[in-house]
């Protein structure tokens, strides 16, 4: 069975994000999507509620699943038997942090369990370049339109005011 990670922080998920998921569904008998934590970013929404909307945005991939994971990414990997991770690519600044993290899963992996961790990119579809997380938290403090940048808006504006 082929597996794959499709980690982030979803903060929160996107259309560009879903894109990714549901291609990487097509690719690998299943996929997990791993809402993380980046100790550099400060969150609008606490891991559980992230995960609830990634959740809700993939009910009908029935080939993914959801997990919430604050650890290295090659710790859930080798508990999970997964060699596998997905990353989209929007532009050139997205394969050189990537490109960067993936050299390091590698080394990490090898070293403290003996095996290979991969990291495939996948470009995104160009009527996603422009979406991302930054933009739609920037729309939504500043009460603009985020109906079209998200899977579920209804639900992750009434999440943001509970």
């Known amino acids: 069975m082929s597996r794959a990670l ?4 979803y903060d929160p ?17 299943e996929v997990v999507v791993l809402v993380s934590k980046n100790s550099s970013k400060n969150y609008m929404l606490c891991s559980e509620k992230r995960a609830m909307l990634v959740e809700d945005a993939v009910k009908k991939l029935h080939n993914v699943r959801v997990a919430i994971y604050d650890g290295l990414l090659v710790d859930f990997a080798k508990v999970n038997e997964i060699d596998v991770t997905v990353k989209g690519i929007r532009n050139d ?5 990537e490109e960067s993290m993936a050299g390091t899963n590698m080394l990490l992996s090898r070293k403290l369990y003996g095996r290979d961790f991969e990291t495939m990119y ?29 899977p579920n808006a209804e639900l992750l ?3 943001i005011k509970e």
């Open 13 to 29: 998920i996107t259309v560009g994000h879903l894109d990714i998921i549901k291609r990487a569904s097509m690719l690998f008998d």
């Open 157 to 159: 504006i009434k999440t």
């Open 6 to 9: 499709v980690p982030g922080s």
């Open 122 to 150: 996948l470009p995104c579809s160009k009527e996603y370049a422009d979406v991302s997380s930054t933009v739609v938290r920037m729309l939504l403090s500043n009460d603009g339109d985020i109906s079209g940048l998200v």
């Open 93 to 97: 600044k997205d394969y050189q942090y």
